[in-house]
Nanobody, 122 residues
Framework: QVQLVESGGGLVQAGGLLTLSCAASGTFFSIGVMGWYRQASGKQRELVATVTKLGIANYADSVKGRFAVSRDNVKNMVYLRMNRLKPEDTAVYYC????????????????WGQGTQVTVPS
């Protein structure tokens, strides 16, 4: 059973800083791309940032220059450092990872965390 568990959400004032963490646990053989998505109330889930196993990052335009994604391949963790937060960043943030439970690494499946709320009051 593979699990992704997020931590670090909360309420922060506009302009502030918050870091989210996500840990993958269970039995698996490899983790591919990891990242963060968010879903604001009444809106669809959207990509925030992803990072490959080699550390190549990709960001949504709305967070470029403010957010930084990173990962620790030894600890099987991914982080999202959010700086200069804005009210429009308010959302539930979900950790995502493509994980292979196959010894041959032929198939990677999508796994999601339970979500963590980030609130930036206006």
């Amino acid at each position: 059973q593979v699990q992704l568990v997020e931590s670090g959400g909360g309420l922060v004032q506009a302009g502030g800083l918050l870091t989210l963490s996500c840990a993958a646990s269970g039995t698996f053989f490899s983790i591919g791309v990891m990242g963060w998505y968010r879903q604001a109330s009444g809106k669809q889930r959207e990509l925030v940032a992803t990072v490959t196993k080699l550390g190549i990052a990709n960001y949504a335009d709305s967070v470029k220059g403010r957010f930084a994604v990173s990962r620790d391949n030894v600890k099987n963790m991914v982080y999202l450092r959010m700086n200069r937060l804005k009210p429009e960043d308010t959302a539930v943030y979900y950790c995502h990872a493509a994980i292979s439970t196959s010894r041959t690494l032929t198939t990677f499946n999508d796994y999601w965390g339970q979500g963590t709320q980030v609130t930036v009051p206006s």
